[in-house]
């Protein structure tokens, strides 16, 4: 069964670092990888979109990689802003199964202090 | 833009009452799914849907049912409320085989007293 961790649970940075958030996965068939944004009480809102055949994918001042062979990803924010205090959650999509579910990691847990 | 759209953003129910969580979403998505997120448990799978009218269990369907009479639309049932249900459920949907990723609702925070 696939699990899939992110490491640190929480981070608390100053305004203006640049910063990286990891997840693992255990089982490298994955179909593609996925992180979200979730502030509080509130839903999830996709930041990127990795397929299992790209390596890596930008989206303004963040950029997800992805080595599958490893099972390893990281979103990387640069400048971070208050504003980007939020808790970030990576999952993967299996490459088997009826409507390819997601597992989720338990989240990174970002403040970013102004 | 793209849209899943949960009907309620806060509910409050009393224990053995019958509840309907309603979600919609405007994109012609094959999959829909149901969470539920707890601290410290995260999100898990309660039901999802391949196409109209099919349901597979997910990890925690027990204490839960669904319909799926509509393609659009995705309802789960707590068939009698108890205050282990207390938690926020959050709707989701995909295309094909997920191939373009997943879009969830805003969230249904229920509360069961």
């Known amino acids: 069964k696939q699990e899939v961790t992110q490491i640190p649970a929480a981070l608390s940075v100053p305004e203006g670092e640049n910063l990286v958030l990891n997840c693992s996965f255990t089982d490298s068939a994955i179909y593609n990888l996925q992180w979200f944004r979730q502030d509080p009480g509130k839903g999830l809102t996709s930041l990127l979109l990795i397929q299992s055949s790209q390596r890596e994918q930008t989206s303004g001042r963040l950029n997800a990689s992805l080595d599958k062979s490893s099972g390893r990803s990281t979103l990387y924010i640069a400048a971070s802003q208050p504003g980007d205090s939020a808790t970030y959650l990576c999952a993967v999509v299996g490459s088997s199964g009826s409507a390819r579910q997601l597992t989720f990691g338990s989240g990174t847990q970002l403040t970013v202090l102004p | 833009d793209v849209k899943v759209t949960q009907s309620s953003r806060y509910l409050v129910k009393r224990t053995g009452e019958k509840v309907f969580l309603e979600c919609v979403q405007d994109m012609d998505h094959e999959n829909m799914f149901w969470y539920r997120q707890d601290p410290g448990l995260g999100l898990r799978l309660i039901y999802f849907s391949y196409d109209v009218k099919m349901k597979e269990k997910g990890d925690i369907p027990e204490g839960y049912s669904v319909s799926r009479e509509k393609k659009e639309r995705f309802s789960l049932i707590l068939e009698s409320a108890s205050t282990n249900q207390t938690s926020m459920y959050l709707c989701?949907?995909?295309?094909?085989?997920?191939?373009?990723?997943?879009?969830f609702g805003s969230g249904t925070r229920l509360t069961v007293v």
């Open positions: 989701a949907s995909s295309q094909q085989q997920g191939v373009y990723g997943y879009t």
